[in-house]
């Protein structure tokens, strides 16, 4: 297959997608560009915009007036995509889809069955996490062949090579169902890449070659990505080979879910908390109004050093505006001890998020982080990820090993406001010091938003030999469940032991075979695989038998498959496992018969487990 | 000439000629006109479908009581939307607090502003700062230029830029959806419990 004119970089995110490319078309002058992105922002009004947000409001017959979500490429819309359906929908939650990449990396739900608008009342318009995700790339798709590709069939997005995104902390499930909603939107020739590598391209495109002097060999990078819904936490180790820099992602965190919307909530309540003291209650309208005014508020703060306090004003609901006009201000102080005390607090480097574990039954939704402490959660990975660290940087001279990241690269619309970055740095050179380190090199220049995109794009540039590659492979290892031979205790599962088949890093397009494990499957009726993962067991090669995991490594959706072999049903057929990471960036395990001329693949089973 | 027959030949000719003199006079004595009336009125007898195309000219559509166009209140549709602008001018200021009146107003400016820059290209008349002596030349359009003070004789006059002015270079306001009221500029709105 010939390489595709453009080459695109999707970010797929939480709260806020967007789309960059490079035009090899136009030879050396094909520079890194964002595409805008028209999207219904009024009813019937269309405008341009940097970002599309991801949500999706599910309108009711006849509740918007006729062709408020036209399109120019869709007349016929009857769901709205983007800005409109996020201001509007956040007065109306029971239709409105939001997060729902963090719905699609939820082990406990269904993700292919209709959950979503999750407080939607019964009987209302709903669609699964996987149709969401696919909208919103179907909108992005639509939007290209609308405004770039126009009528030139070989310029369609489908034609297009594709770099996709997914936070560093997806999991394998995830992964396969991100490529699934790519593949609903009728975009087939995508790659997956982590968010942090992306963020990591980008800040290596945005400078040229300046980058090989702002890093040096045992430099530990940590790019700390806090974006609207999500923390995500990377390592990428910088180190030599044959006099050439080399780039390896080191680590990956877990997937958090705390990101800067937590933080204009936190707010938002301080001041209403302030309103209620002097005797003014909100309403949730109000509240959301609120919401969005500290948002204003904080950004106005952060970007005019000037200003000590910004005003918060909530107009009246009602026609009488005046009269119901709310007053209140945000002092540069109390936002600074609200966001940078609670969300940045100073903590120890072994510091531990706290672990709220609801007792009785949990009401099922998102699962948020319950500590709101991003330097925590930090400590915790930087701790959990000690070894690594330790073994990438090399004792320089005279100096001890700091097993801290020597450099970070912050990425998300929460770190252009200064004090915040500040902050970590401050913790991390203070962390670093501690160890024995020295100061932690700020890596800066890119375009907080648009970053993930365009360090997609240029990773796909990358790929076709342009420019240096970071080395990773799977960011974590992967198990399969052996029953141990234990007496069943009534009540509890029998415990499993963990079978390793494919292990950290492994690279795409590389495959793993085990022979020697042997499963006797019944032929017609499913076989199930209990699945797990892991992101701190980096050592266990294929075949390896973990039995006490506990802790290390978490329990994923299952993977089922039938094997269907016509005339011989009950039969038990002997199989080995085989495993394998396509060039996409997925995961494939497959039962292989013993003399190898059959083989069945397993399927994510991600129904809600039981 | 006491022949009936006699009259009634000669009472014809005479209507006919006064028809069709009354009928030039209503051409104004166009000739033209006159020969186009009696070709179409022959036409139209002789064509059908020219007879059917020319029928809607004289069945008068009815006269519904016209609406007026609900365009110009798209600009204040928007204001409402983005600065609650209407809400505003329509409240009672004077039952309002300083305090809010103050803290509205200061939230409502700057929203108003992006909204008429986003919707009209706006450009001062005359490009030069206030204060400025400027010449206003002969044959200057009253309404772009109003003279004030010790206005006398004839242009070009010379005199001191007391407004530049403002002049709308471009309207950028697209119609509404298909099923919007134009003339509803704020939905009523309804909150279910």
């Known amino acids: 297959m010939s390489a595709s004119r453009y080459v695109v970089g999707i970010d797929l995110g939480t709260t806020n997608s967007a789309l960059a490319y490079v035009d090899t078309g136009r030879g050396e002058d094909g520079a890194l560009e964002g595409m805008n992105v028209p999207q219904v922002v009024h009813p019937g009004t269309v405008e341009d915009r940097v970002l599309l947000p991801s949500f999706s409001y599910l309108p009711g017959p006849n509740e918007l007036p006729a062709g408020s979500?036209?399109?120019?490429?869709?007349?016929?819309?009857?769901?709205?995509?983007g800005e409109f359906a996020r201001n509007h929908g956040s007065q109306v939650p029971t239709r409105l889809v939001s997060s729902a990449k963090s719905w699609l990396c939820h082990a406990g739900v269904d993700r292919r069955a209709p959950i979503l608008p999750w407080k939607a009342l019964e009987g209302g318009r709903k669609i699964s996490p996987l149709q969401a995700s696919t909208f919103y790339l179907e909108h992005l798709c639509r939007a290209w062949n609308y405004a770039v590709a126009k009528d030139v069939a070989?310029?369609?997005?489908?034609?297009?090579?594709?770099?996709?995104?997914?936070?560093?902390?997806?999991?394998?499930?995830?992964?396969?169902?991100?490529?699934?909603?790519?593949?609903?939107?009728?975009?087939?020739?995508?790659?997956?890449?982590?968010?942090?590598?992306?963020?990591f391209y980008a800040w290596i495109e945005s400078g040229g070659e300046a980058w090989r002097k702002q890093v040096e060999v045992g430099d530990v990078v940590l790019v700390c990505d806090v974006g609207g819904g999500t923390t995500d936490l990377t390592l990428i180790a910088v180190s030599e080979e044959a006099g050439n820099?080399?780039?390896?992602?080191?680590?990956?965190?877990?997937?958090?879910?705390?990101?800067?919307?937590?933080?204009?909530?936190?707010?938002?309540?301080?001041?209403?908390?302030?309103?209620?003291?002097?005797?003014t209650k909100l309403d949730a309208g109000q509240m959301l109004t609120?919401?969005?005014?500290?948002?204003?508020?904080?950004?106005?703060?952060?970007?005019?050093?000037?200003?000590?306090?910004?005003?918060?004003?909530?107009?009246?609901?009602?026609?009488?505006?005046?009269?119901?006009?709310?007053?209140?201000?945000?002092?540069?102080?109390?936002v600074e001890r609200v966001l940078v005390e609670g969300f940045f607090p100073d903590c120890p480097p072994d510091a531990v998020p706290k672990q709220q574990r609801a007792i009785g039954l949990q009401e099922l939704g998102l699962l948020y982080a319950s500590d709101p402490s991003v330097t925590r959660h930090l400590a915790y990975f930087l701790h959990r990820q000690a070894e690594v660290l330790a073994e990438r940087s090399p004792p320089k001279r005279g100096k001890k090993k700091a097993a801290q990241p020597s450099a970070v690269l912050f990425n998300g619309g929460v770190f252009k406001a200064e004090p915040l970055r500040e902050r970590v740095v401050g913790i991390l050179n203070h962390w670093s010091k501690t160890a024995g380190g020295g100061s932690v090199k700020v890596l800066?220049?890119?375009?907080?938003?648009l970053a993930v995109a365009r360090g997609a794009a240029y990773y796909g540039l990358v790929r076709r030999g342009k420019g240096v590659r970071i080395r990773g492979g799977t960011a974590r290892s992967y198990y399969v469940g052996v029953e141990t031979s234990l007496p069943a205790v009534p009540g509890s599962p029998p415990p499993i032991k963990a079978l390793c088949v494919v292990p950290f890093g492994m690279e795409e397009g590389t495959e793993a075979d085990l022979p020697d494990q042997e499963f006797g499957l019944v032929v017609g009726t499913p076989a199930e695989f209990r699945f797990l993962g892991s992101t701190v067991r980096r050592g266990d090669a294929v075949g390896t038998m973990v039995e006490d995991w506990e802790g290390e490594i978490d329990e994923l959706s299952p993977m089922a498959t039938t094997l269907d072999a016509p005339g011989r049903e009950g039969n038990t057929v002997p199989v080995h496992l085989h495993s394998k990471?396509?060039?996409?960036?997925?995961?494939?395990?497959?039962?292989?018969?013993r003399d190898g001329n059959q083989r069945w693949k397993l399927e994510f089973n991600v129904r809600e487990s039981s | 000439m006491e022949n009936p027959v006699v009259i009634v030949i000669v009472t014809i000719v005479v209507v006919i000629v006064i028809r069709l003199l009354v009928a030039l006079a209503l051409a104004g004595g166009e000739v033209n006109r006159l020969g186009l009336a009696v070709r179409a009125s022959w036409r139209i007898l002789r064509d059908r479908a020219f007879g059917e195309r020319l029928r809607p000219l004289f069945q008068p559509v009815e006269q519904k009581p016209a609406k007026p166009s609900g365009e110009p209140l798209r600009l204040l549709a928007v204001l409402q939307r983005d600065s609650r602008f209407l809400d505003f001018f329509m409240d009672d200021i004077n039952a309002a607090g300083d305090e809010q009146i103050l803290a509205f107003v200061k939230k409502m400016h700057p929203e108003c502003q992006v909204s008429l820059k986003d919707h009209l290209v706006?450009?001062?008349?005359?490009?030069?700062?206030?204060g400025d002596t400027v010449e206003v030349p002969a044959g200057f359009d009253p309404s772009t230029i109003?003279?004030?003070?010790?206005?006398?004789?004839?242009?070009?006059?010379?005199?001191?830029?007391?407004?530049?002015?403002?002049?709308?270079?471009?309207?950028?306001?697209?119609?509404?959806?298909?099923?919007?009221?134009?003339?509803?500029?704020?939905?009523?709105?309804?909150?279910?419990?």
Not at chain 1, 254 to 268: C, E, K, S, T, V
Not at chain 1, 297 to 326: C, N, Q, Y
Not at chain 2, 153 to 161: D, E, K, N, S
């Open chain 1, 581 to 593: 990471v396509t060039e996409v960036g997925t995961l494939e395990l497959w039962c292989l018969s």
């Open chain 1, 69 to 81: 979500l036209k399109l120019p490429w869709d007349a016929q819309r009857d769901y709205a995509v």
């Open chain 1, 245 to 279: 820099l080399v780039l390896t992602r080191a680590a990956v965190g877990d997937h958090i879910l705390l990101g800067g919307d937590n933080m204009d909530l936190a707010l938002a309540h301080a001041v209403a908390q302030a309103l209620a003291a002097k005797g």
């Open chain 2, 146 to 193: 109003r003279l004030l003070g010790n206005v006398t004789g004839q242009p070009p006059f010379r005199g001191t830029l007391q407004h530049r002015g403002w002049r709308v270079e471009d309207i950028k306001l697209a119609p509404p959806p298909a099923g919007q009221d134009e003339f509803v500029v704020q939905p009523a709105e309804v909150y279910l419990p």
């Open chain 1, 444 to 449: 800066g220049g890119t375009d907080l938003d």
């Open chain 1, 290 to 334: 609120l919401w969005h005014a500290c948002r204003a508020a904080k950004e106005k703060l952060f970007s005019d050093t000037s200003a000590a306090s910004a005003a918060v004003t909530l107009p009246g609901r009602g026609s009488r505006v005046l009269a119901g006009t709310i007053k209140s201000e945000l002092t540069l102080s109390e």
């Open chain 2, 122 to 130: 706006l450009e001062p008349v005359i490009a030069r700062a206030e």
């Open chain 1, 154 to 199: 070989t310029n369609r997005l489908e034609q297009q090579d594709i770099i996709l995104t997914v936070p560093a902390s997806f999991d394998a499930v995830a992964r396969e169902l991100t490529v699934e909603a790519a593949r609903a939107a009728g975009l087939e020739q995508v790659t997956l890449l982590e968010e942090p590598q992306a963020a």
